[in-house]
């Protein structure tokens, strides 16, 4: 997934993703560990999805916590 494609998701919608991702991680691993796996690049692609969901995120939430303190 791209950036661009990840910003217009919600929160709710981006936090399901990263659930999918790492659970779809888990069973290439396993899969990958039983035997060689197709396409190893599938490994590291996932980490990266995982991470760019995961920095999104966080980006929205200190914007959020931002924006309430300067609230108050």
């Known amino acids: 997934m791209r950036p661009k494609d990840i910003r217009e ?11 999918a991702e790492e659970e ?3 069973k290439v691993r396993l899969n990958h560990a039983i035997s060689a796996v197709e396409n190893p690049s599938e490994i590291r692609e996932a980490k990266k999805t995982i ?22």
Do not use: H, W
């Open 9 to 19: 998701l919600n929160n709710e919608e981006i936090q399901a993703r990263i659930v």
């Open 24 to 26: 779809s991680l888990l």
């Open 51 to 72: 991470a760019r969901l995961k920095t999104i995120l966080t980006e929205r939430q200190k914007a959020e916590s931002t924006t309430n303190e300067a609230e108050s």
